[in-house]
């Protein structure tokens, strides 16, 4: 598939056009930034682990049912996605508190939520993406009623399956963060974001180890070794893709004996 101009760029993300109108290809940059693009980095790997962890969770989302606007991966860090107009909210649905929460409210650190909760916030960066409520979203027509609805049913349903399916491979789902948008031909609202331990918090069943973007929010480091374990367990990085090379000792020189 040819990619045509650039129509929008991301901090992880570029969007171009391509030939078929209603389809756009998303590309998966290595960019990290946390804390509203004040800390930056580039991660080496970190968009192709992405590309394909999504790829795998979308494709699981659609066989449950749950429409998104991912067509097909292109290659290692390209998909081909539905071309939508984003609704300029963020969704966090939060199972145990961590994070802004903890912060915001003084809850105590990983307190397990009795039900998932969501929170809904302006994507807006020169406003730092404000925690709005349902009234704001009707007051300022950023969403109708009937969709906000859909979207929550929607959240539930979607944080259910992940839920299920990141705790059959020793992971709890903490909390994450989606996007919906609305079809061009259609104006229906669908799903229109990458899940990703970019976009999700990922702890280790056992030992509570971060498996997600907080390694780099928080100095963590292994970064791309976290997201690599988070693909091996679903099943789509195979045990070789992650053995490096291996350094072997230099040969000692050894003192051959003279023939005597
Ligand atoms: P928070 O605790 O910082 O509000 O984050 C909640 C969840 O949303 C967490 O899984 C990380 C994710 N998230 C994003 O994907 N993008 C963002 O810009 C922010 C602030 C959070
Ligand atoms: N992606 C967001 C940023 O750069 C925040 C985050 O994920 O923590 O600002």
Redesign the pocket.
């Known amino acids: 598939m040819k990619k045509g101009k650039k129509l929008y760029e991301g901090k992880a993300k570029i969007i171009y056009a391509c030939a078929e109108k209603n389809l756009v290809i998303q590309h998966f940059k290595d960019d990290a930034t946390a804390f509203n693009n004040q800390k930056k980095s580039v991660i080496e790997g970190k968009g192709i682990l992405n590309n394909r962890i999504s790829e795998h969770i979308l494709t699981c989302l659609s066989q449950a049912g749950i429409k998104n606007h991912l067509v097909k991966r292109i290659n290692m860090r390209e998909q081909l996605i539905k071309y939508v107009s984003i609704i300029p909210i ?1 969704f ?1 649905v939060r199972n145990i508190a ?4 903890t912060k915001r409210l003084g809850i105590e650190e990983g307190t397990v939520l009795d039900n998932p909760l969501i929170e809904y916030c302006l994507k807006d960066d020169k406003l730092g ?1 404000p925690l709005i409520s349902k009234e704001h979203i009707l007051t300022f027509k950023w969403a109708t009623k009937k969709e906000i609805e859909k979207i929550d049913k929607q959240l539930n349903r979607i944080n259910d399956f992940l839920v299920g399916m990141f705790r059959g491979v020793g992971i709890k789902l903490v ?3 989606v996007e919906f948008g609305r079809l061009k031909n259609s104006n229906e609202v669908i799903l229109a974001d990458e899940i990703s331990p ?4 990922l702890w280790d069943m056992n030992t509570d180890k971060k498996l997600d973007k907080d390694r780099f929010r928080n100095n963590l480091g292994n970064l791309v070794e976290a997201y690599q374990d988070v693909a091996r367990r679903l099943g789509i990085l195979h045990e070789q893709s992650n053995i490096r090379p291996i350094k072997f000792p230099r040969p000692k020189a050894v003192k051959l004996k003279k023939n005597k």
């Open positions: 963020e966090i961590t994070g802004s929460l993406d909390d994450f963060k970019d976009t999700c918090r």
